[in-house]
């Protein structure tokens, strides 16, 4: 089956730099855009980044665009979010997902997701 597995979140200062990875698994990902989702405590699954899985064209949230940078690997089924210029208000859990749609999605309602990874970024 499919499963995507995120890792790499922590905890880092503001001003600072993390890079999740997804490695996805139980099926050929070419057809599908490819999403990075974070949900702070009390807040909605809000959109951060996708990656078009076959032609590597991306698409940001304005709240990370400039700091963010989604990218992935097809030999090693991973797809990664480099973020720097952290701020305090990125702390959220991010998770990572697919969808087989052919043009980018904002909404969480994606067809497969990970479990997610904590990313906290103090003041």
């Known amino acids: 089956q499919v499963q995507l597995v995120e890792s790499g979140g922590g905890l880092v200062q503001a001003g600072g730099s993390l890079r999740l990875s997804c490695v996805a698994s139980?099926?050929?990902?070419?057809?599908?855009?490819m999403g990075w989702f974070r949900q702070a405590p009390g807040k909605e699954r809000e959109f951060v980044a996708a990656i078009n899985w076959s032609s590597g064209g991306t698409y940001y949230a304005d709240s990370v665009k400039g700091r963010f940078t989604v990218s992935r690997d097809n030999a090693k089924n991973t797809m990664y979010l480099q973020m720097n210029t952290l701020k305090p208000e990125d702390t959220a859990v991010y998770y990572c997902?697919?969808?087989?749609?052919?043009?980018?999605?904002?909404?969480?309602?994606?067809?497969?997701w990970g479990q997610g990874t904590q990313v906290t970024v103090s003041s």
């Open positions: 139980g099926r050929t990902f070419t057809d599908y855009r």
């Open positions: 997902a697919a969808d087989r749609r052919r043009w980018f999605v904002t909404t969480a309602n994606y067809d497969y």
